[in-house]
């Protein structure tokens, strides 16, 4: 089993900048990606963006793109995900997941542990 548990959700405005960290703990051997999805009220959830175990390689969704920066630190088995010029569109709750082997990155159901999920409100 794995566990994560995300941290670093909040209200912030138009413009502004948010940093979310997902913290992995128990048998994080198997797991070879992390990714980062995002479910606003009334839609599915989608893909943010994914990170593999070494942190050596990144993949985003195009909504994101150049504003959202993923990064991994090995030592405290950690993922952070930072969110710069944020958007209303950007409002949601977000999930941290860990992946196996079999893993596609952007494939939400591909995913075999998630955490809980924290709120990211932006107001404009």
């Known amino acids: 089993q794995v566990q994560l548990v995300e941290s670093g959700g909040g209200l912030v405005q138009a413009g502004g900048s948010l940093r979310l960290s997902c913290a992995a703990s128990g048998r994080t051997s198997s797991q070879i990606v992390m990714g980062w999805f995002r479910q606003a009220p009334g839609k599915e959830r989608e893909f943010v963006g994914a990170v593999n175990w070494s942190g050596s390689t990144t993949r985003y969704a195009d909504s994101v793109k150049g504003r959202f920066a993923i990064s991994r630190d090995i030592a405290k088995s950690t993922m952070t995900l930072q969110m710069n010029r944020l958007e209303p569109e950007d409002t949601a709750v977000y999930s941290c997941?860990?992946?196996?082997?079999?893993?596609?990155?952007?494939?939400?159901?591909?995913?075999?542990?998630w955490g809980q999920g924290t709120q990211v409100t932006v107001s404009s």
């Open positions: 997941a860990a992946g196996g082997f079999s893993t596609r990155w952007s494939q939400s159901r591909d995913y075999d542990y």
